[in-house]
């Protein structure tokens, strides 16, 4: 499918999305929204993609949610707004495969939400973050009350979504906003090495630890480690995990096939 602000490009089993909207720095409107939704869809349907890698064109990964298509929303119209970022941003944290947010730039309000629903964060050193909503009178609405807090805890989450402040791709890293910090010119190489080496991995094992992992945060350690146990078991009904240990055993490396 071809998209108006997206842009889609396939290199072996891994896909790079990046938002193509530079005249409004990637802001997030409800055709950017519908269109990244639909492209979830495709890549989540898309057998030859293991990883995605999400971006933005130009100098910004996504600055935010479109101001100017906000600023006359009645309140009726903002609830709507809200559930289509809401809802298309859990479908990219739910998606079965993997999504490094490679964060080029500006990654303010709606942008720095869209990383955090990515299961990676990896930044480039202009890369800025931050929620600059209580700013423009509003809360966060696309989940960052929620997502923040439990990547970076409540105390430095309060403190950045209070004071609205940006932050750098370094203080990024030292609270744990990313996972690491490259030269921009690096970002994308640095990017995909990531994005292949989880590609050359079981797959469907891969898949079932995200799902483990992202039911597990939300629940007890009890209760994870059941949804654990269960995605383990079902491990052992994959030919990837016969292939796995067979070469382990043969002193060779493992050829996945997804299945
Ligand atoms: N929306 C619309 N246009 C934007 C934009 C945005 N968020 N950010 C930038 N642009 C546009 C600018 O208007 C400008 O357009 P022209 O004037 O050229 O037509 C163009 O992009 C270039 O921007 P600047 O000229 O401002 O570039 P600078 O380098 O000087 O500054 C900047 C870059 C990123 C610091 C600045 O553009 C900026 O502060 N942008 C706004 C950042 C921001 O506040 N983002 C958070 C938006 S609030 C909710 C649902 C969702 C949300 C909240 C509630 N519910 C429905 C309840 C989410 C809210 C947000 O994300």
Request: glycine residues 10%; aromatic residues 6%.
């Amino acid at each position: 499918m071809t998209y108006k602000n997206l842009l889609l490009k396939k290199e072996g089993n891994v896909s790079i999305l990046s938002i193509n909207r530079e005249k409004a720095l990637n802001a997030l409107n409800s055709e950017v929204l519908d269109e990244l939704s639909c492209a979830i869809d495709e890549l989540s349907e898309d057998k030859n993609t293991y990883v995605v890698v999400l971006t933005g064109e130009g100098r910004s990964f996504v600055a935010g949610a479109d101001i100017g298509e906000m600023s006359s929303l009645n309140a009726e119209e903002a609830r709507t707004f809200a559930k289509k970022g809401l809802d298309t941003f859990r479908k990219l944290e739910l998606m079965e495969k993997p999504v490094i947010a490679a964060v080029n730039g500006f990654a303010l309000g709606g942008g720095c939400e869209l990383s955090l629903a990515c299961d990676i964060r990896l930044a480039s050193s202009k890369a800025k973050f931050g929620q600059p909503e209580t700013g423009l009178g509003i809360t966060p609405g696309f989940a960052g009350t929620q997502r923040l807090p439990r990547l970076v805890g409540t105390g430095l989450a309060k403190e950045l979504i209070y004071t609205a402040k940006t932050i750098g791709a370094d203080e990024a890293l030292r609270i744990g906003l990313v996972n690491a910090v490259y030269e921009p010119e690096a970002l994308m190489e640095e990017a995909l090495k990531l994005a292949n080496e989880i590609a050359s991995k079981g797959q469907l094992a891969v898949r079932y630890a995200k799902a483990a992992i992202n039911h597990g945060v939300e629940t007890d350690l009890d209760t994870g480690m059941e949804v654990e146990r269960n995605v383990f078991g079902l491990c052992f009904a994959t030919e990837d995990q016969k292939e796995g240990m067979k070469a382990f055993l043969e002193k060779r490396p493992a050829e996945f096939k997804c299945k």
